[in-house]
Nanobody, 115 residues
């Protein structure tokens, strides 16, 4: 069974940057569609970015031009580079793996942006 472990969250000032990582176990990472989602208190979980196994990326309008999703299939790792962070980016960030109709979520990493 695939396990996903996020890291890289923390406290940052508005305008700053963070890089999140999501390490996947097993050998299905390289053929899976991966995604980053976030959930702020009182809000539903929302899409941040996805990336296919071929590297095609898709972003939420709110993060376009500021966030970049990437993957290293040799390291079984997904990344999210977040620049020009805003207070409204504060949330728990989760990575997700989708493969053959099955979904796996990580436990999340907290990102807090001070204004």
């Amino acid at each position: 069974q695939v396990q996903l472990v996020e890291s890289g969250g923390g406290l940052v000032q508005a305008g700053g940057s963070l890089r999140l990582s999501c390490a996947a176990s097993g050998n299905t990472f390289r053929v899976a569609t991966m995604g980053w989602y976030r959930q702020a208190p009182g809000n539903q979980r929302e899409l941040v970015a996805t990336i296919t196994f071929r590297g095609t990326a898709n972003y939420a309008d709110s993060v376009k031009g500021r966030f970049t999703v990437s993957r290293d299939n040799d390291k079984n790792t997904l990344y999210l580079q977040m620049n020009s962070l805003k207070h409204e980016d504060t949330a728990a960030y989760y990575c997700k793996l989708d493969l053959f109709g099955r979904t796996t979520w990580g436990q999340g990493t907290q990102v807090t942006v001070s204004s």
